[in-house]
């Protein structure tokens, strides 16, 4: 396991060299103990470098199940989910984890809708919704033969409708990025470019005007009418 992490962390520049060489040393070390959560992840790192994404999630899914962290409900917790649902019957289940697989690349959850291992951004959250809203919906015409009063909303207009400017997105933003350099305190490899990124872009579009902006949309939305 050892010699597979210094060839994964102290890599040449040719990348396809130091996975098949990595993956090697891995391999070898599951042979000895199998039930390792950084193991697994690592695994999971190379699989997906080399396309192997089916490889690569059930890596990191027995990674996020071996993890003795356990902040996220496992498989074991998933299953017993489905299966009390399942035996009870009329009782509707929002399968958020399928949801996040189906709509993730690869169906590797990460990047786009988390900023860490377990927290989600705005759009993790705006996908979480669709799911409890797709099983109301069925409630809805299953039980009392009718239609919600209105479409699900689009993320934009999600984002609309709760005042969600780009001034709060950015501040939203900054909170996220100073909360995940405090995990790299202890795990520096949280990857933070990509929502550096995303906040860059976002501020971009700041200006002078952007907090008389922000606070109009905030009070132009029902929630602040009421």
């Known amino acids: 396991f050892t010699a597979g992490v210094d060839a994964q962390d102290h890599w040449d520049g040719d990348t396809a060299n130091w996975v098949r060489q990595a993956l090697d040393y891995y391999t070898e070390a599951e042979k000895i103990d199998a039930c390792y959560a950084d193991l697994q992840f690592r695994l999971g790192e190379c699989r997906w470098l080399l396309g192997e994404y089916d490889e690569a999630r059930s890596a990191f899914t027995r ?6 962290f356990a902040i996220r409900a496992d498989s074991i917790i998933n299953e017993i ?3 009390c649902t399942a035996r009870h019957e009329g009782t509707m289940l929002a399968d958020i984890e399928d949801l996040f697989i189906r709509t993730s690349d690869n169906g590797i959850m990460g990047g786009g809708f988390f900023y860490d291992y377990v927290h989600v951004l705005f759009t993790g959250d705006y996908l979480i919704a669709s799911g409890v809203f797709a099983e109301v919906r069925k409630v809805l015409l299953d039980r009392f033969h009718r239609e919600p009063v209105r479409d699900m909303l689009s993320l934009d207009e999600c984002k609309q409708a709760l005042g969600m400017s780009r001034y709060l997105e950015a501040l939203f933003l900054k909170r996220v990025v100073e909360e ?6 202890y795990n520096t490899r949280l990857d933070i470019h990509p929502l550096k990124e995303q906040l860059a872009k976002v501020e971009s579009d700041i200006n002078d005007q952007s907090f008389d902006s922000a606070l109009e949309a905030l009070q132009s939305t029902e929630l602040y009418k009421e």
Do not use: F, H, L, P
């Open 81 to 83: 989910i489905r299966e």
């Open 63 to 68: 990674a996020r199940d071996y993890d003795g």
């Open 180 to 185: 995940v350099e405090v995990s790299r305190t």
